[in-house]
């Protein structure tokens, strides 16, 4: 690994830009599309001169500083999120590692714990059709903004600081778009001082969080601005079997989407009035429950069973349910909670069951709300600003891993270059490979080390 490494920092005529390979200069004859297992590249000029009128405008040189420092703090950033997973699997306790899927399943039952699979491999790829959450339509119009968002900067501040651009274009698999590319001379970037090649490799990522946040903005703008469904009561949205609220499912006299309007006379109007109420029952106690079922009050004298949680408390056998106080407390943390808590903006609408609870545009929450704005369109808008706010953020960061040939490898490649009088460039290609190595070694663990652990012995 080491020496295919080396070799690879010592091709000179290559690069990476936005994790996609930047083709070696062609001839002149060279074809504007080219075929080759199953990948179609597209070279054009066309757009060189929009990039050049672009490059005529300073702030494109002077926020390319500002791109640096933001390609600086989120290699950090990686590089502490590895080492943290790392760690807290190695050290963290067997209930963790069991919800992760870093502990033997048969350790986890002995221990009555459930054990969850990690996700697939490809889930970890930003490619629609291959990786299962992200939906076809909207992540390729996320890879599609991504990519030239990424590409086009690298060339804009290329052009800034005087380096020739020799074209331009895009990669497809098929007809799907992977990546794209701005061919720039590696021997000038490599020779230039880093003040420049830095900016230039730091102009990917910095602007895909630039256009990350900008969508997610937009998101919340959206989010905060819907209307949650008006109801009096607690609606049910998954019934549990078994259980009392199932033997009134399989008989016909319950239903997901009624409404629980009261327990024993007691009104309820949102899920912690009546887990409030539920806490203080015992399991084979009788309960009325009034419930709004085909638009009819009914009341049903139940017996409860022991909750699976809590075998002292109650349980009716409800699961997922909603209020209408529920949903706009929803919407509002999901529209304001930005600097709380990040993390939340990370979780992907339909796809993780916690999505049903935190974000108002998951599959489950989406029909509850409605937008006096923008009627029924708020739903692809919002979805599709996701979607570019993941795909940017997350290619970001993973180029500013200092890992040649990614752009934050690249950026290292060009700082260890301007250190010394003899070998530098040896010096600088050992140095680089070296971190590369490390970094590949620590994103391999990142990837495996849970489905280790998952297999070893108890």
């Known amino acids: 690994m080491f020496e295919e490494l080396t070799s690879q920092l010592s091709e000179s005529e290559t690069s990476q830009v936005g994790g996609s390979s930047t083709p070696e200069p062609q001839p002149q004859d060279e074809k504007a599309v080219t075929f080759s297992w199953g990948i179609v590249m597209i070279r054009t000029k066309r757009l060189l001169r929009f990039l050049d009128d672009l490059a005529r405008y300073r702030i494109f040189g002077d926020i390319g500083w500002a791109y640096l420092a933001i390609t600086i703090a989120a290699g950090s950033f990686m590089l502490w999120l590895m080492l943290d997973q790392d760690y807290i699997l190695l050290t963290g306790s067997l209930a963790l590692r069991c919800a992760v899927g870093a502990a033997p399943a048969a350790q986890c039952a002995a221990n009555h714990l459930t054990s969850v699979s990690p996700p697939s491999l490809t889930a970890y790829l930003l490619l629609p059709g291959l990786n299962p959450y992200i939906p076809f339509i909207y992540g390729i119009v996320g890879i599609v903004v991504a990519v030239v968002v990424h590409e086009g900067t690298h060339g804009v501040i290329a052009r800034r600081l005087g380096m020739a651009v020799k074209s331009t274009g895009i990669l497809f698999f098929l007809i799907v778009p992977i990546g794209a590319f701005v061919e720039i001379d590696e021997k000038l970037i490599q020779q230039s001082k880093f003040r420049n090649s830095g900016r230039i490799m730091a102009g990917g990522p ?11 903005g937009l998101l919340l703008l959206v989010v905060g601005g819907l209307v949650p469904a008006q109801f ?227």
């Open 206 to 216: 910095g602007s895909n969080i630039i256009v990350a946040l900008v969508a997610l």
């Open 232 to 458: 009096n009561g607690v609606q049910i949205q998954q019934i549990i079997s078994p259980s009392p609220a199932y033997n009134l499912f399989s008989h016909g006299e319950l239903s997901a989407g009624d409404l629980i309007i009261a327990v024993n006379g007691t009104a309820v109007h949102s899920v912690s009035n009546l887990s409030q109420y539920m806490s203080g029952t015992l399991p084979n106690q009788t309960l009325v429950i009034s419930v709004e079922h085909a638009g009819q009050l009914r009341n049903y004298s139940i017996v409860l069973g022991a909750n699976p949680d809590n075998t002292k408390i109650g349980f009716i056998g409800i699961g997922e349910s909603f209020s209408s106080s529920d949903l706009v407390g929803i919407k509002n943390t999901y529209a304001s909670d930005f600097f709380r808590d990040p993390l939340l903006y990370l979780v992907v609408p339909g796809i993780y069951a916690e999505a049903n609870s935190v974000v108002p545009f998951s599959n489950e929450l989406a029909v509850m709300y409605t937008s006096p704005s923008l009627g029924a369109a708020w739903y692809p808008l919002t979805l599709t600003l996701f979607w570019i706010w993941f795909i940017n953020v997350n290619l970001a960061f993973f180029n500013a891993i200092p890992l040649y040939p990614l752009d934050g490898g690249q950026a290292l490649l060009n700082f260890f270059g301007h250190f010394g009088r003899k070998g530098v460039e040896s010096r600088a290609k050992l140095l680089t490979t070296i971190v590369s190595v490390s970094m590949l070694i620590l994103i391999l663990s990142f990837l495996f080390l849970p489905r280790i652990l998952g297999l070893l012995p108890a």
